[in-house]
């Protein structure tokens, strides 16, 4: 059997459903209207029973019911289909197939978060630019590739720009998102094609309107898609000759040498500016995924656009703010002052009996149903919103596979918990403007064992609005919808300068980067923000361009002597004139001191070298990250280079990407898993999954190589029966050790 490494797209995606009973839910109303225009068709999303058949149903509406029209199924978020009615008929339905059924409710549209992430990052700002084939800088002429679910290319802000492609899902050459007849609906390469480059003369313009999209569909219905299928589409993609190539996708392997970013590294090699996601399992540090561990591309983070953030206190006197994270495809919250509070339990149906909910504010606790369940169930027992709260530490996200009229949040379990002390006192609800701020799903690095900073940039990737299927628009976040940010930014700079390369066109973005900061005005970190917010308009206009834009001067041990670690830059004059360079020494800090380069004149058009060290005494520095930013001055430009180094083994996860399955031999099985930095020891120690009690070690190994490892066991090894264990994987490096839980199934 073959080992595939699965790639997802980065956005939040939404839970599955689980049995309720039969409702109707009728957006903005409490009740059911008394008055109602029944001649009105209104679209209703029918959900079935875990064992009723979806085609059957629909099959029988359409022969014996002719003025209704069945519209779409479903069949990974859950089970059912959406359809076209009146309110009369949709009782009608209810009252005969109504043991079929496990709810009903009324499908809304909304306005959308935000539509200023474009004109934020100065797209607008450079449309009065002339290329040098005298074209206004719209993306004119620059091939956009993008690796993703395939677009909608009939959406009408998308056909215009739509010039081919590829679907390596079904290999044939219609990369059309999947419509929902063999596998749900998707809409995410469409949203991304719509950042890059949507050209709707009035709804929607994309970062570069007027750019050529090139579709290849490698993520199938489900959002997944093979390392096998993504490198084909990366390899597809150097012969047809784009220019830029968007992937806003990957996994949880943050290695350098992962087969996908190795490709990425390959496809800049043949003259590609390569972008790509970093991932959404921030906040913490090493969670940047492959292909956002490649070397060469422009990996991306997401910040915060212009946003009217809602957020709460619990109780009277509190000055405690509570984030709401807005779940996906739900109403914007909109409550203002004190708000009642009720709790319901897990907010299923019988949690919401005895409870006087009618004009007050749901809080629930995450889990056993989904959160569509939740706010179903809140809104018809009269709830104006709900509040979910995590049920382990951490930040939730979530969404609906349809908009729902009903404002729905998330906290962590720490905010739900403070809530509960405070239900006789209720919650006050506050508003505050926020720009530039890093999301917390955003992925931060450093990449193991090169010790890389990753991300390269941040972008716009939070409630961003963009083309979906079917000639509509939705608001999503995550790093994929800030990567494409990047790609139409890239596609600009290659219309404007038509002969740089990608390193130079991947420093214009990062020299004139916005550094960010955080709440209390410190400057974000570079493994966390890169050279910071992309800024269109400034990166037009460089001065001066330095390659490598961010340095990393690798691993120091305490027991070394003082050591010198020297890097060399590049510094490219791109102006008609002579430019002054002048570095400046980070901030005073112990044991690190620096030799820069001094003054110096660089001719117009052309380009010198210069070399920087770091003299670094490791015995007085602490283990684990160290970086910060030097600021170089061309003329009136100042930018600003990201640096970082390590000492000893920092605290990254010493092993990830476990996979367990048959092998291809008749009684064997193989496995694999991740070492970015080799191991001391590895092993799968199996548990009783009712008792916790220990069993046997699977496998136990010393000395193991740094990369992927794989190993074969024979049925005769696993010395187990037959069974589903509950395992603990395991590796030790240098002292520290990381471990995980998974479940093993072991069959006769």
Known sequence: MKVIQFLIILFFVMPTISSAKVNVVYPNIPNPPKKIDDTKLKTFIVLMNENDATEALTKLIKEKHKSIKVRKTYS?????????????????????????????????????????????????????????????????????GIIDTGIDYSHPDLHRNYAGGFDFVDQDNDPMESKGVHGPLTMHGTHVAGIIAANGSQRHQGVAPEAEII???????????????????????????????????????????????????????????????????GPNAWTVGSPGTSTKAIVVGASTPPLNIPYITAGLNSKQPIDLQPIMNAADWTLRGTQQVVFAGLGKKEDYTDKQLRGKVALVERGEISFLEKAMHAKEAGAKAIIVYNNVAGELAGGFEVPIDFPAVTVTQEAGQQIMQYLSQGITCHFKKIEDTLALFSSRGPVTHTWAIKPDVLAPGVSINSTVPERKYMSMQGTSMAAPHVAGAAALLKQAHPNWNPHQIKAALMNTAK??????????????????????????????????????????????????????????????QPIKIS??????????????????????????????????????????????????????????????????????????????????????????????????????????????????????????????????????????????????????????????????????
């Open 215 to 281: 579709a290849y569909r490698t993520l199938g219905p489900d959002g997944y898609g093979s390392s096998e299928q993504v490198i084909a589409a990366i390899e597809q993609a150097i012969k047809d000759k784009v220019d830029v190539l968007n992937l806003s996708l990957g996994n949880t392997i943050n290695g350098p040498d992962w087969p996908t970013s190795l490709a990425l590294d390959k496809a800049v090699d043949h003259g590609i500016i390569a972008i790509t996601s970093s991932g959404n399992s």
């Open 76 to 144: 990974t978020v859950f089970d059912g289909f959406s359809i076209a009615s009146t309110y009369k008929d949709i009782e009608r339905i209810k009252q005969l197939y109504g043991e079929k059924i496990k709810a009903v409710y009324e499908s809304s549209t909304y306005k959308q978060t935000i539509d200023e992430s474009v004109p934020y990052i100065g797209s607008d700002a450079v449309r009065h630019i002339l290329s040098p084939d005298n074209e206004h800088l719209t993306g004119y002429g620059i091939k956009v």
């Open 515 to 576: 550094l960010l900061v955080d709440e209390n005005g410190n400057v974000l970190k570079p493994h966390e923000q890169g050279a910071g917010r992309i800024q269109i308009n400034e990166a037009i206009h460089t001065k001066a361009l330095i390659y490598p834009s961010s340095l990393t001067f690798g691993m120091f041990h305490h027991k070394a002597p003082r050591t010198q670690s020297k890097l060399t830059v590049t510094i490219e004059n791109v102006t008609n």
């Open 583 to 748: 570095f400046n020494e980070p901030e005073n800090q112990p044991a690190i001191h620096w030799k820069l380069p001094i003054a110096n004149h660089i001719p117009a058009k052309s380009k010198k070298q210069f070399t920087i060290t770091a003299d670094v005494t490791p015995s007085q520095l602490g283990d684990g990250i160290h970086a910060g930013y030097i600021a170089v001055e061309a003329e009136s430009q100042l930018i600003h280079l990201p640096y970082q180094f390590v000492v000893e083994e920092p605290d990254y996860p010493r092993v990830m990407g476990f996979q367990f399955q048959q092998g291809m031999e008749p009684a064997t099985y193989e496995y694999e898993m991740y070492l970015p930095r080799g191991a001391d020891e590895i092993g799968i120690a199996l548990f009783n999954p009712e008792t916790s009690h220990f069993v046997a070690f699977l496998d136990y190994a010393t000395e193991v190589p740094r990369g992927l490892f794989k190993k074969q066991l024979s049925s005769k090894e696993l010395k187990v029966p037959a069974g589903v264990y509950q395992s603990l994987i395991f590796a030790k490096k240098a002292g520290k050790q990381d471990a995980f839980e998974t479940y093993i199934e072991i069959v006769d």
